[in-house]
């Protein structure tokens, strides 16, 4: 069976080629404004998000600079988070994170890659005060005001999600430490180097200044939802100083 030729007049091929054209110029004019005008923007929004953390969270938060070093890659210097009246929560060197674009038409955000460059995170406990307070009053108040019934599966699709959705592509941390202070009594300290390479999750994490050293080894897919990680120690088992020290109890692991 032979299927007739449809003869489209070369006016209307004209005419829609034209239109084609005129869509085509719009489209590049307007990436080309706002991409001569993202800097502005950026600063507009870290100006923003600062006064919001300090209104809503009570939080002194400064970024030395803040810039785009590609088409959707912003890197910002001297972070550093303090609570009001707290010890300093986060203070990071350098920090680069890129997004993926196309997610990002559609109000997803979806991270491509994401390098850290020295810094640490510190949580601190005080008596009956802590440095985290903005985010454990605000959890309690969210709890309080939820009154409808809870779906147990739904929360952790969500929360599945929501990780995935924030782990990058690839990855490159370097010399970031994780500290908590709980009264004096109990301490702990992560000093953390870690990679994602094309999927492959390699971190080497060193707990408590040599107490000992543990290995993350996995595979990460994002896109595809999939996530699967191995965790083990150098000469024995898993173990967190924390517990022993705080709740006096102890929980160890060959492999996790």
Same mark, same amino acid.
């Given at each position: 069976m032979r299927i007739p030729k449809i003869k489209i007049p070369k006016k209307y091929l004209k005419i829609g080629a034209w239109i084609l054209?005129? /869509?085509l110029i719009i489209f590049i004019a307007v990436g080309a404004y706002a991409y001569s005008k993202r800097e502005a923007l950026l600063k507009k929004m870290v %100006?923003? %998000?600062i006064a919001k953390a300090d209104k809503d969270y009570n939080l002194d938060v400064k970024i030395g600079s803040a =810039? /785009?070093?590609g088409l959707s890659t912003v890197k910002m210097t001297a972070i550093s988070v303090v609570p009001k009246d707290r010890d300093?929560?986060?203070n990071l060197n350098e920090l680069s994170? =890129?997004?993926?674009l196309f997610p990002l038409i559609f109000g997803n955000v979806k991270l491509a890659e994401l390098k850290l460059n020295e810094g640490f995170v510190?949580?601190?406990f005080k008596d009956s005060i802590s440095n985290i307070d903005f985010i454990l009053k605000r959890k309690k108040k969210d709890s309080t005001e939820t009154k409808s019934k809870v779906n147990l599966s739904e929360i952790a699709s969500n929360l599945l999600n929501q990780v995935l959705y924030k782990i990058p592509d690839d990855m490159d941390v370097k010399n970031m430490v994780f500290k908590l202070n709980d009264n004096d009594t109990a301490k702990l300290s992560f000093a953390t180097v870690a990679t994602i390479d094309g999927g492959d999750l390699k971190s080497t994490i060193n707990v408590n200044n040599g107490e000992s050293t543990w290995h993350f080894d996995g595979y990460v897919n994002p896109g595809s939802k999939e996530l699967s990680i191995t965790a083990y120690a150098d000469g024995k088992k898993l173990e967190l100083p924390y517990l022993n020290n705080k709740l006096h109890a102890k929980l160890s692991f060959d492999t996790l």
């Open positions: 054209g005129v /869509f %100006a923003k %998000a =810039g /785009f070093t300093t929560l986060v994170v =890129g997004v993926k510190n949580i601190v």
